[in-house]
């Protein structure tokens, strides 16, 4: 965790969009590492392949079509401070209302979880609940991620390869 | 391209473990962690170091740009054929219990193909999204 706080503000400070790229790669590996320690191997197994690896591998790539070090800041940012210190306090204060870390009677162990964990070898075969959950009982939802990947992927293509055909009928034009 | 030999002879070697890993992490989601889109990131995380050591043509000779744009709707498309299956056979959307004779057997299944579809569209995607950058890049 103090690792982590110390990461982001070495993200804040840095100002090679590199070594942002690298201090994020950084934080998205502690982030994992945590999420181990919290049990949630899945989330942690997503969190190294995706945040720590091909992320890193995609704003690198980005960063090699742009150029790489960040402007100063424009103009004085009290107003922004000022309003992220109140998000901030009000979401701390707003943590009160939580029921205590890893307490049995939260409000989302009490929903639909217990029936998932009891029935879930008897209705799918599956015996890691993540898995049936993600992919059956919530089959919906994962169908909707799917797409939002899907239509993610299609865009980014579109948007790097059209920006190319035009730049090169500007240049065909100009040479005529 | 590289021409440091320990890397590219390390890269020869850990090339099908990655895979190997992918395809572990893919089978063996029903009883460890891991799933399609885990798998499918490791997926391509193999073409893009491939393509980072031995270039960009050796990737695109084992994943053809093609295919690899192909697999993205095609992942999408497994995923909403299996809930249609269900829907065919007399259930609601995505309900796999009637893909089998035995209903759980059928979630099994279910579950196997929609993980399967995952991984299809995740690896694809993030390959050709690699693939538009480096093309981009020249």
Redesign the interface.
């Known amino acids: 965790m103090t690792l982590l706080a110390v990461v982001t503000v070495a993200i804040i400070y840095q100002r090679s969009l590199f070594g942002v790229v690298i201090l994020a790669s950084m934080y998205s590996f502690l982030m994992a590492t945590l999420l181990v320690v919290l049990d949630a191997?899945?989330v942690?197994?997503?969190e190294a392949?995706?945040g720590a690896?091909?992320s890193t591998?995609?704003l690198l790539?980005?960063l090699?079509?742009i150029k790489t070090t960040e402007m100063g800041p424009i103009r004085r940012h009290t107003v922004p401070l000022l309003v992220a210190i109140g998000t901030g306090a009000v979401l701390v204060w707003g943590t009160n209302l939580l029921p205590p870390f890893g307490s049995p009677d939260g409000v989302i162990h009490g929903h639909v979880a217990p029936r998932y964990i009891a029935d879930t070898i008897?209705?799918?075969?599956?015996?890691?609940v993540?898995?049936?959950v993600?992919?059956?009982y919530r089959?919906?939802d994962?169908?909707g991620e799917?797409?939002v990947?899907?239509t993610?992927?299609?865009g980014?293509?579109l948007l790097?390869?059209g920006?190319?055909r035009r730049g090169r009928a500007a240049e065909e034009k100009a040479s005529k | 391209m590289s021409l440091d030999p320990i890397l590219r002879v390390g890269t020869k070697l850990i090339l099908p473990f990655i895979l190997l890993f992918a395809l572990y992490v893919q089978f063996h989601g029903d009883y460890g962690p891991g799933g399609g889109f885990q798998a499918g990131v490791i997926t391509a995380g193999m073409v893009v170091l491939l393509a980072i050591i031995f270039g960009l043509k050796a990737a695109q000779r084992i994943a053809p740009k093609g295919l690899v744009e192909r697999m993205i709707p095609l992942g999408v498309l497994i995923y909403a054929g299996t809930g249609v299956a269900g829907l065919i056979m007399g259930q609601n959307f995505l309900d796999y219990s009637v893909l089998a004779h035995d209903p759980s057997h059928g979630h099994e299944l279910g579950i196997f193909l929609v993980e399967a579809g995952v991984l299809v569209t995740v690896s694809g995607t993030m390959t050709a999204l690699f693939y538009a950058f480096v093309e981009r890049g020249r």
Do not use: K
């Not at chain 1, 008897?122 to 890691?128: H, K, S």
């Open positions: 191997v899945d942690a197994m997503t392949s995706v690896g091909v591998v995609f790539a980005a090699h079509l008897r209705e799918t075969n599956v015996p890691n993540v898995t049936s993600l992919a059956d089959g919906y994962t169908l799917t797409t990947i899907f993610a992927g299609i980014v293509m790097l390869r920006g190319r």
